[in-house]
């Protein structure tokens, strides 16, 4: 889990306390602190053990995912914005979904849209496109591109495809 923040601390307790949560308990979580300059390190650190906190001069998100990316040694992958937070059997999903694919894949989830209270306002059932399909639904801007903020993906993903763009500081997930 690489969870990057920056001038995180109204949610951040949030988004952690949602993956420490977690059904499956075999993950590390990466928080990667893109230079906030408010309370987000001493809220990060305040967890000990249970996270691995690193610090960064700003780069944007897909630098400090992309930092996550060599830090982190699962299989794997997913991130967590600081203000979102994921359901308790997320990553159990997930991981069994991926375990039995054994290659190079991805998954998504439904989503729902919180406001800042938690409240769920909307929620999306998300469309299982065929893979032939997926590619084309990603660059028309179909509905999956709301699953960017639930992916989990095999790290060969990453290995045969590269990190994510940095010049993309703030769309890094349409990359």
Same mark, same amino acid.
């Given at each position: ?8 601390? !109204?949610?951040?307790? +949030? *988004?952690?306390?949602?993956?420490? !949560?977690?059904?499956?308990?075999? +993950? ?6 893109? /230079? ?5 390190? *001493? ?18 998100? $897909? %630098? $400090?995912? !992309?930092? /996550?990316?060599?830090? *982190?040694? %699962? ?24 375990? @039995? ?14 406001? $800042? ?12 496109? @065929? ?9 028309? %801007? /179909?509905?999956?591109?709301? $699953? ?13 495809? %590269? ?13």
């Amino acid at each position: 889990m690489i969870l990057p923040v920056y001038e995180g601390e !109204n949610y951040l307790r +949030f *988004a952690i306390e949602s993956v420490l !949560n977690q059904t499956l308990q075999d +993950f590390e979580l990466i928080i990667v602190d893109d /230079g906030s300059t408010d309370s987000t390190p *001493a809220i990060a650190q305040s967890y000990g053990e249970a996270v691995r906190y690193v610090r960064q001069s700003n780069t944007g998100v $897909a %630098g $400090a995912l !992309n930092h /996550g990316l060599r830090l *982190a040694k %699962g299989r794997y992958i997913s991130w967590l914005s600081h203000d979102d937070r994921f359901h308790a059997p997320k990553l159990e999903k997930q991981v069994s979904t991926l375990r @039995k694919l054994n290659s190079p894949a991805a998954c998504y989830t439904d989503i729902e849209i919180i406001d $800042a209270q938690g409240t769920v306002t909307a929620s999306h059932q998300l469309p299982e496109y @065929k893979r032939s399909e997926t590619l084309r639904h990603v660059l028309t %801007g /179909g509905p999956i591109c709301s $699953a960017s903020y639930s992916l989990m993906y095999d790290r060969r993903c990453v290995e045969e495809v %590269g990190t994510y763009a940095i010049d993309l500081r703030y769309t890094q997930d349409v990359d």
